[in-house]
């Protein structure tokens, strides 16, 4: 079955810079979850997106954006890159739409970020 | 959403059952009970949730007590490729438009030895 993709899996920056990562969610899911995990730390959400709109946020700092786009996948953009965004980025994605029923999240693989 | 309290580490011999508890004692009637592991630095895998009823799939069995302020997490037969760090999660099934973010807390590491 097709999985969450994220793209890169390893990254690479300096202070200051700025970085992209994306998340490609299962196909028919409608949301999209991104969580940070810190090194020694359990992943902590950031925010979320359920039909390219933002619909939860949480402790992302203000260097930080994202967006859902009208096929669904999610782009989280990192400004002025700090020592401290060193992490692993997690996206998740589940199907919201269609009634309230059960949704499980699904992760992907994750975007190590290393900032220098 | 209800805090967890996991054991933060546990062990386990291959080809034994692991059986991971979780508290939850303030959980509320409509919440319910998320397992997820994550094996080392990969993405947490969801691994089995229930509300009040005893649960089982390919993967575990979920057993929650009567009054839902415990469950155990039940691995029948773990293999090495189990060790992970297990979490527990409670939380409401939003409806149309609610917030459904996973709060993690510390889990439980389980190693499983040869």
């Known amino acids: 079955a097709a999985g969450v993709i994220q793209s890169p899996r390893h990254l690479i920056k300096e202070k200051r810079e700025t970085a992209t990562l994306k998340c490609y969610p299962i196909p028919r899911h409608d949301t999209v979850y991104w969580y940070q995990q810190g090194p020694g730390q359990d992943p902590q959400f950031l925010i979320s997106f359920y039909e390219k709109m933002q619909s939860d946020k949480g402790s992302i700092p203000d260097r930080f954006s994202a967006q859902q786009f009208s096929d669904y996948h999610s782009e989280l953009n990192m400004s002025s890159l700090e020592l401290g965004d060193s992490a692993l980025y997690f996206c998740?994605?589940?199907?919201?739409?269609?009634?309230?029923?059960?949704?499980?999240?699904?992760f992907g693989p994750g975007t190590r970020l290393l900032v220098l | 959403d209800a805090k967890t309290t996991q054991p933060p580490s546990m062990d386990c011999a291959e080809g034994r059952a692991a059986n991971l508890p979780c508290n939850h004692s303030?959980?509320?009637?409509?919440?319910?009970v998320y397992w997820y592991r994550q094996i080392h630095s990969q993405g947490p895998q969801y691994i089995i949730h229930g509300l009040k009823n005893n649960e089982t799939n390919e993967m575990a069995s979920l057993i929650i007590t009567e009054d839902r302020k415990s469950s155990t997490l039940i691995l029948p037969h773990a293999t090495l490729r189990d060790t992970a760090v297990y979490y527990c999660i409670v939380r409401v099934e939003g409806t149309q438009g609610g917030s459904e973010k996973l709060v993690f807390g510390k889990g439980t590491k389980l190693t499983v030895n040869p």
């Open positions: 998740a994605s589940t199907r919201r739409s269609g009634g309230p029923v059960l949704k499980t999240q699904y």
């Open positions: 303030t959980i509320s009637g409509n919440e319910y």
